[in-house]
């Protein structure tokens, strides 16, 4: 279920490639950004609407965990984690270019009404588990971003104890962990789907709305 999440935390950067191919340095630590409660529906094969006027918008297939527990330093992820899923960080790219170079916050970029779908969420099988599989990203049927979490920059550990230290996690927070590289753009009439080694776990066609 959607309907408790609290916090929704992300992660910047967290792939060298997914860096490299955007022009950004890599970071020395987590880059942290949050996008609203509001953002996130579930990604279950129905339509979303995505503006349609705000030049490009762009899709960043995500691992995303959910906190079972209040952090207390020293804590594992397997013991503080209880669930996971796959989504999509969209992203109003024309818009977050702008608003870099002017050092403005990146809420207008990222966190727009359906930018954060999500799959259903599975137990979380330890993060040792997660190692073992990839996650495919497909667009009208062709794939377009294959990730494995054990190319990311920080690991889930790293992100938990980080994200905990500074702003604090407790049950019914999820943290959308990072992108692989392979981003790019969706535009009305787009079907995108979510894929765990090679299982289809949630799908979604692209309207463009006027915003």
């Known amino acids: 279920m959607l309907t408790n999440i ?28 949050m996008k609203p409660s509001h953002a996130v529906v579930p990604l ?33 992820v397997d013991e503080l984690v209880d669930a996971y899923a796959f989504g999509i960080d969209f992203t109003l790219r024309d818009v977050q270019t702008v608003i870099k170079k002017k050092g403005h916050p990146w ?8 930018s954060a779908p999500i799959t259903a969420f599975q ?13 495919t990203l497909t667009k009208n049927g062709a794939e377009v971003q294959r990730g494995n979490i054990r190319n990311m920059i920080f690991s889930l550990q790293d992100i938990v ?9 407790g049950p019914g927070d999820v ?25 289809s776990l949630g799908k979604c066609t692209i309207a463009a709305a006027v915003q």
């Open 6 to 33: 609290r916090n929704v935390y992300c992660v910047g950067r967290n792939y060298k490639l997914h860096a490299e191919e955007l022009g950004n340095a890599v970071p020395d630590e987590p880059m942290i950004f």
């Open 44 to 76: 279950n094969g129905d339509t979303l609407q995505l503006p349609a006027t705000k030049g490009e918008v762009h899709y960043e297939a995500e691992l995303v965990v959910q906190i079972g527990r209040g952090y207390e330093p020293g804590m594992t």
């Open 107 to 114: 809420t207008a970029a990222k966190g727009f009404k359906n």
């Open 123 to 135: 137990t979380f099988p330890g993060a040792q588990a997660l190692l073992e599989k990839d996650f």
């Open 161 to 169: 104890d980080y994200v905990g230290h500074h702003y604090g996690l």
């Open 175 to 199: 943290i959308f962990t990072g992108t692989p590289e392979g981003v790019g753009p969706t535009v009305a009439g787009d079907v995108l789907e979510l894929a765990w080694d090679g299982e």
